[in-house]
């Protein structure tokens, strides 16, 4: 997906500098800590609208500590997050609620974030509520929309989260991370836990709404072949720390670190008899985005 370049000569939607946070590993007998785990080490990285950014590393890497830490669902030791250059970690509970606003967050397991005991009409219309007072009708008509952009039918709205698949829970927690129109989406592996067809109408819904709405996109996951599909930039992070920083294609087809090259060479390579001869022959050169090839879902159907 091309990207005008009067978007990335403008300022940063999201600027990262030198992010750090640790956790309690184990405590003494009088309850104070004695031994702490480092999960991220001064990340830095920026953002611009309509770009996404991918981030990547084994399990444990701190890839999913990093979103947390960017939307303050976890307080970080230090470092600095500006959101269109508003200080994110300096905001009261007002700021919190604009930021909240501005930046939303799509979970692996949808059906973990979506309250069983609601229907899906609630659970997308609670942002509505929230933040923009909508009740009755009104929110009704507004949450009939989203459910209508992420391909689901607006009668849909009365249904409860066991009564849909994977694919559709995913989408339903689309529509309500766009209820407030972010200019930020924090994606946490959002289709890791999705058949392989069902990922890419997934990711072909989010480049969509890009798009349309200018959205700033953090891509959180393991999985470099999609990553390398679908991001701009990457940024390859192994025991807390970025180790190396690029293009997306760039990166895959020109790995510099002695990790991002193992991480690259693991990638699989699919067809009889292919193998791959070095960490840089991940495949022909793509560029950033590029849109997977599948079938438009139709509405209701059962992914």
Do not use: W
Not at 236 to 257: I, K, S, Y
Request: proline share 8%; charged share 20%.
């Amino acid at each position: 997906m091309n990207q005008p370049d009067d978007a990335l000569a403008g300022p940063p939607l999201l600027e990262v500098a030198g992010l750090q946070k640790s956790f309690v590993t184990r405590r003494n007998l009088f309850g104070r800590p004695v031994s702490h785990e480092h999960a991220v080490r001064g990340v830095s990285f920026s953002l611009q609208r309509g770009r996404t950014l991918g981030i990547v590393g084994e399990t444990g890497a701190g890839k999913s500590t990093v979103g947390r830490l960017v939307l303050r669902l976890t307080e970080p030791d230090s470092g600095s997050v500006r959101l269109l250059g508003e200080d994110v970690l300096a905001s009261g509970q007002r700021g919190l609620r604009r930021l909240r606003r501005r930046a939303q967050m799509i979970f692996q397991d949808p059906f973990a974030s979506l309250d069983p005991r609601m229907v899906i009409g609630t659970s997308v219309g609670e942002p509505l509520l929230l933040h923009e007072g909508l009740r009755g009708a009104r929110q009704a008509d507004r949450v009939g929309e989203l459910l209508g952009r992420v391909g689901l039918r607006p009668e849909m709205a009365d249904r409860y989260p066991h009564e849909f698949s994977g694919g559709q829970l995913q989408r339903i927690a689309i529509a309500r991370a766009l209820a407030t129109n972010p200019d930020l989406i924090i994606c946490d592996e959002p289709v890791a836990a999705l058949d392989v067809s069902v990922q890419a109408q997934v990711l072909n819904l989010l480049l969509d709404l890009q798009a349309e709405r200018g959205l700033g996109y953090v891509f959180i996951s393991h999985d470099l072949s999609l990553v390398r599909s679908f991001a701009h930039e990457v940024a390859v992070m192994n025991h807390g720390e970025v180790v190396e920083f690029g293009p997306g294609a760039e990166l895959f087809d020109n790995p510099q670190h002695p990790y991002t090259q193992e991480l690259v060479a693991a990638i699989p390579v699919t067809g009889p008899g292919r193998r791959r001869t070095n960490a840089a022959a991940a495949g022909p050169p793509s560029s950033p985005a590029t849109r997977p090839v599948v079938p438009p879902l139709l509405e209701g159907q059962s992914t």
